[in-house]
Structures are given as C-alpha cells and as structure tokens.
C-alpha cells in the first residue's frame, strides 16, 4: 500500500503544480482515476438482500478480484495512474479525532440496522488499525461479530435474523457514481438508493482531508446534503462547455438544475447543461447504462431509448440573466441536440448489440454501452458484449477488452467501475 507520501508527492502533481481534479470531457487522455477493488463487502450479499443492494446475483469473489486487478493493469499499462479508494480513506482518516468524527458520522447514516448499539459498535471499529477499520465500515459488521459479553441491552440480545448491524457497501467498486469531477470540481453527490447513501461520505472526506486534496481550492458544485437525488452515472461532460445530464431513476430534475445554476454562477466556462430524459427501469438506471462518448463525434446509444424516429425529450439549460432560473428549452432529438451543442454538422450514434433487439438488450443488461473511454476514440469494454465491440471497432475505434463475468453481475461496466479525477484537455 502507499503511503500518503508517496500519494502526495506523485512526480507529475508537483513538478507540473497540476490542479488535482481535472475532467473536461468524457474522453481526454485519462490520466488519473479512482478505482475500489471489489473486496468481502461482496461476500456479504445472500439472496434476501440481493435486491435491496441492488445486485442481481453474488459474484465469486476470487474472480471478481481477479477481472478487477485485470481492469486496473489494462488501465496502468496505458500510463493511466489507478488510485483506490479505499487506501485513499485510510490515508485521509490519519489521525484519531477523524476517526471518531467520520464513525459518527458513517454510524449516523447507518440508521436502522444500527439501532441503538452505537456506542458498542463505535468501540468495536476503534479497535482495529485503521485499514481493518475502514474494511469493516465497507464490508459491513454482522451481528455475531460483537461479542456476548460487550452486548450491555435486551435487544442485543435479540434474535431478529437480520444478520448486519452494519450493512455491507458492496457497490462501492462502481466509483463513478458517488461524486463526479467537472473541471476543477466535483459535484458529491446524494444518492437515491438506501443501500448506496453511505458512499459519497468517503468521498467529502476524501476531498476535505486527504493531503492531495485539502489545501487546493476544489469547488464543490453540489454536495451531498441537497435534498435531491443525483448520481454519477448520469454525469457525462461532454466538452469545456457542454455537460449532459440523465434524468433517470436515479438522478432528479431538481438536482440536476440546481447543479447547472451553481456551475453557470461558479464556473465560467460551462455555458449549456443538456437534460437527457431516460426510462426509469433498472436496466437504464443510468444515463451510461444506455449512452456513452467515444470520440468527439461518436457516441454509443441503445436503441431502445430512442422512439420511432428518434425522437426524445432533450433540455438544453443556459445562463438566464437571473441568478437563480436557467432558460430552458426543449429538443425532440438526441443526435440533433448533441450535434448543436458541440457544433459538428456530423455525428454518429452506434447501437448496442447493432441495434438487433434481442443482442442489444441482452448486451446493454451486461453494460455494452458502458464503455470507459482513455482517449478520443479508444475505449475499454467488457469482452462479452462481442457484438457491440465489433460494432466499434468497424467504426473505427481501438478496443480494449477486459474480462466480465463476474463484475458485469453488479449491473455496471468499465465507465461505472471508474471515476476519472485528471483527464487531459482536449485542445480543438
Ligand atoms: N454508473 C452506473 N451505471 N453504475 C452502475 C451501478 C450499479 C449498481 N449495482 C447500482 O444499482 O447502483
């Protein structure tokens, strides 16, 4: 593991006084990114629960971890510094006052299943070094764990046959959705599900305490005590000026104005914020569940989004003279907004599974239009969306394909396993 050191004094950050967020665009040069390794929080999924923790299945953890390291070294061997979250939390939580404080909080939000043994609990995770601590908070703390003698009231005691004081956090390897970088700043975002709530909390620590971040001024655009919901996932930048947003099952109408009104107060360059309306069903939950950027005139898309003559509800927001309205107008085309917005007279839109109903709804359930994007027309996919690959790469895209059959049981791909945090600016 790193030490903060290390971290703090990564060669390309102080010989270049790089600011340390930097994402103009969904496919710059990826140069740094976040990443979680899939650890025991996943071996504390049991069918019960599958649902509420928004898993479909229980993947093998071996192999998961096995497909995961795959994905980073595929990521590394393209000069792409993979930073973890979760040695990054144990580097921000360096000292004891911290601790306590971020327990208290993690505790706070835990609610029901914490149920009054907050205290135990808090001296139960005190107890170990702060790494074996931090794996605990992610991967949960089954009842059990506590010993007889540390239980102190009747219900405690108690046989309720819910096995967790402390719910496992086993979507944590999907980065991309607990915050998102826009330009120098991030948006911390509230999420919309129960069991994912906990998750952005790293990330504010992260921002507020960790050396590498502390320290430099790292606007928040939204932070994670807005009343509505708004996920990564949905975040997509498509240029300097231009961010779209999904307005999906899991990302709001109001979260997502209220973003695009800080960011036209706050940040100059942003001057169009595109609302792209998506069904709300689990298989669409996020905007790159059916659309992502893989160069900058091509886009992946699942046909199924789209009506009959590709007609879709688009919102494009702009700077209003009045602080606190954007002006809001409406478009009825994707590919027709898309090409106003960024100014090209052509772009292409690339079915999932080529656009055949059976292959693109069963490659799109296995996120094959997910795609992570390292630079303007090379992307990482999962291998077994073959179909959509191909599709790819006669479009002329280089395609980096990492193992899938166990990460792909989360309902997320390369571009949710990963959050970029320094992209390289595209120069027009
Ligand atoms: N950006 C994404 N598409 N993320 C996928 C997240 C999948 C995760 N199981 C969830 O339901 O939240």
Redesign the pocket.
């Known amino acids: 593991m790193s030490s903060i050191t290390e971290i703090v004094s990564t060669p390309e950050i102080q010989k270049n006084r790089m600011h340390p967020i930097n994402v103009t665009s969904e496919i710059g040069t990826l140069k740094t990114v976040l990443l979680k390794r899939p650890g025991k929080e996943v071996e504390n999924l049991v069918p019960e629960y599958l649902q509420r923790?928004?898993?479909d299945d229980i993947p093998y953890l071996p192999v998961i971890q096995r497909e995961h390291d795959y994905f980073a070294e595929t990521l590394k061997n393209r000069g792409i510094e993979v930073l973890y979250l979760e040695k990054l939390v144990v580097e921000t939580l360096s000292n004891q006052e911290l601790r306590k404080q971020f327990i208290d909080d993690i505790l706070r939000e835990s609610q029901a299943n914490v149920n009054g043994a907050a205290k135990v609990l808090k001296e139960y995770l005190l107890s170990f070094p702060t790494s074996a601590m931090v794996e605990k908070i992610m991967s949960g703390v089954l009842k059990r764990e506590i010993e007889k003698s540390k239980k102190t009231h009747l219900y405690e005691f108690m046989e309720d046959h819910y096995p967790f004081y402390l719910d496992p956090m086993?979507?944590l390897y999907?980065t991309?959705?607990p915050a998102a970088s826009i330009g120098n700043g991030i948006s911390i975002n509230k999420?919309r599900?129960p069991?994912?709530q906990r998750e952005s909390l790293f990330m504010e620590y992260i921002i507020n305490y960790h050396p590498r971040f502390a320290g430099h001024d790292v606007p928040v655009w939204l932070d994670r005590s807005f009343s509505f919901s708004i996920?990564?996932?949905?975040e997509l930048i498509l240029s300097k000026e231009v961010v779209a947003i999904g307005v999906s099952e899991?990302t709001s109408a109001k979260a997502i104005e209220r973003l695009a009104l800080n960011l036209f107060k706050r940040q100059d360059s942003t001057k169009k914020v595109v609302a792209v309306e998506i069904p709300k069903c689990?298989a669409f939950?996020?905007l790159?569940?059916v659309f992502t950027m893989v160069d900058h005139d091509k886009f992946t898309i699942h046909p199924a989004i789209q009506g009959p003559q590709g007609n879709m509800n688009v919102y494009i927001l702009e700077k209003s003279p009045e602080a606190e309205i954007a002006t809001i107008s409406h478009r009825s085309n994707l590919q027709e907004a898309l090409k106003e917005v960024l100014g090209l007279s052509e772009l292409v839109l690339i079915p999932c599974g080529g656009g055949d109903e059976i292959a693109s709804s069963r490659e799109q359930w296995n996120?094959g239009s997910?795609t992570l994007a390292i630079a303007p027309g090379v992307v990482v996919t999962y291998d077994r969306n073959y179909i959509s690959n191909d599709l790819l790469r006669q479009h002329g895209m280089e395609v980096i394909e990492i193992t899938s059959s166990e990460l792909s049981r989360?309902?997320?791909?390369p571009?949710?396993?990963s959050m970029p945090i320094v992209r390289e600016d595209i120069i027009n």
């Open positions: 923790l928004l898993f086993p979507n999907f991309r959705d999420m599900e069991a994912r996920e990564g996932g949905d899991r689990r939950m996020h790159d569940t996120d997910n989360g309902r997320g791909g571009r949710c396993m």
